[in-house]
């Protein structure tokens, strides 16, 4: 069940997790980051990558936990960020060997929303000059040639 209590204060990065695996293999930790790619459900369960940033990790999660998850990035969207808490697996046995988190809990710090890239002028008119070069050349092979004998 989706849970709107605190998590856990010590929120760890994915450079403390990778680095120091040994030491949080076993152990309940919080992670924070954005949520990326797809949601992928397998029966009760999803799996949710969470990225910080630096590099995104595997969350196992029941998915009534999914509830309040709206945005989930990719070019086009800033996806929701999020606290988890649950058991940190630098191998878990149960998921191919795949370092993880199993979450217990999880928190929306930060709703997602669309990100718009606009265009830079200086490709904009980059563009224009090609295609025109381009239909200038079409234009050029497409008329007869007068051929002096």
């Not at 058991?87 to 988190?101: N, P, Q």
Request: charged share 20%; net charge positive.
């Amino acid at each position: 069940m989706f849970s709107i209590s605190n998590c856990y204060a010590q929120v760890y990065t994915s450079l403390d997790l990778l680095n120091n695996a040994k030491q949080y293999d076993g152990k309940v930790i919080s992670y924070k980051g954005e949520v990326i790619g797809d949601v992928m459900i397998r029966g009760d369960y999803a799996w949710l990558h969470v990225n910080d940033g630096t590099i995104a990790i595997g969350i196992w999660i029941h998915k009534t936990m999914l509830q309040d998850i709206r945005y989930s990035g990719n070019y086009h969207i800033k996806g929701d960020i999020v606290e988890v808490s649950g058991t940190f697996h630098r191998s878990c046995l149960e998921h191919g060997g795949d370092l993880d988190i199993h979450a217990s809990e999880i928190k929306k710090i930060t709703s997602g929303s669309l990100d718009i890239h606009p265009v830079s002028k200086k490709k904009a008119y980059l563009g224009i000059c090609s295609l025109v070069v381009v239909l200038l050349f079409y234009v050029l092979k497409k008329i007869p040639q007068n051929k002096h004998r």
